[in-house]
């Protein structure tokens, strides 16, 4: 008789994008005739930039032709991406890089969630809270966490790292000690960033540690500030001690078209064991590659043209955070973030849950967000907004939220 993996049955509720997706659905059936703004997920509105579509209509015609057609992709990605890449995104920024070291997939949400299985079941994971909800769940279903406290809503082997007012809503070195550590910077859900000698600390503190840094910089293109770091390997040491994530959804705007890359620096190891050969093992076994389409799409991200085009979308979401930031903050909310990250971070009113005031910012404002608590227990009380929308609806729906304060 065939079992389950029973560590599914350990997840407490849906994934929280599919249970906003639902309750966003259920609310637009019941009132047809409101006109609901959707400011929740991290999802891009803004079509692709001409240079790109340009590259992926010459792609689709080279596929057209016996002479120009491409079958599997590489393993790891077409070089003229990884070549890219490495000058883009690495060298430009004075880090030395080689083109194996980066792995191209179809994303950074499916490569945060894969990554951990080519770690041991009995390593002690530790999370920022509140925290991209893939990081926990992903481990829970390897059975890496422990039990669940449905009061507490924490897992029992899972350290968390409290990212509050305090402390700028940015995660501190724990007091107990970890193997692997989840960073995402700019933060997915806080908005905050933290600058190249705080990182250096956590660079540091791992190596001493021996500890692994999986570090999410899926959102480096929003930074605005000199001195916080687009990558971690910025850092004196952070190729003996961290995996970087990177992803075209939020800076290039490909949510629907998927592409990203993970970093592992040949230098990473555990004793005598390279991460990168384990990496590479693991996707040339179960992965086929981004299509030639969208690798070329990705080639053309890092053209002069796609970089100037790309500076304007990411400026159009950028004002699009300060009109959530300023709005909200001139009517009253207490808001952080929106300043090197798309999204803001506000704490509810009244008193009221996560939940509650999404329900009640849905129902009086007819905006949808994504409740803080859903991100982890440090985020009750607090609200989510995107600047992924359109201008357009950004503007109404924060001249509708701020009605929501007497
Ligand atoms: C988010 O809204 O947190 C992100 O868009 C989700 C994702 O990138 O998977």
Known sequence: ????????????????????????????????????????????????????????????????????????????????????????????????????????????????????????????????????PVYVDSNVMAGRTGTYNADTGMWSNVIYMPCLEENGFAPTIPEQTPDIIYLCFPNNPTGAAITRPELQKWVDYANEKKALIIYDAAYEAYISEK???????????????????????????????????????????????????????????????????VQRAGEAVYSEAGKAELAGQVAYYMNNAKVIKEGLAEAGFSVSGGVNAPYIWLKTIDGMSSWEFFDYVLENAGVVGTPGSGFGPSGEGYFRLTAFGTYENTVEAIERMKKLIK
């Open 1 to 132: 008789m065939f079992k389950i993996n029973e560590n599914y049955l350990k997840l407490p509720g849906s994934y929280l994008f599919s249970t906003v997706g639902r309750k966003e659905r259920e609310y637009k059936e019941a009132h047809p005739e409101k006109k609901v703004i959707k400011l929740s997920i991290g999802d891009v509105t803004q079509p692709i930039a001409p240079s790109i579509i340009e590259a992926m209509h010459k792609a689709v015609d080279e596929m057209g032709h016996a002479e120009t057609f491409h079958g599997y992709a590489p393993d790891l990605g077409y070089e003229f991406l990884r070549s890219a890449i490495v000058n883009g995104d690495y060298k430009a920024r004075g880090i030395d890089m080689d083109i194996d070291e980066i792995f191209v997939s179809d994303g950074a949400k499916c490569d945060s969630g894969n990554i951990q299985e080519i770690l041991g079941l009995d390593n002690v994971i530790a999370v920022g809270d509140p925290v991209y």
């Open 227 to 293: 001195d916080v770091p687009h990558s971690i390997y910025e850092c004196d040491g952070a190729k003996t001690c961290a995996i970087e994530l990177r992803s075209f959804s939020k800076n290039a705007g490909f949510t629907g078209v998927r592409l990203g890359f993970t970093v592992v620096p040949k230098e990473l190891k555990c004793g005598d064991v390279s991460l990168n050969a384990l990496w590479a093992r693991r996707h040339g076994t179960k992965y086929n590659g981004a299509p030639y389409i």
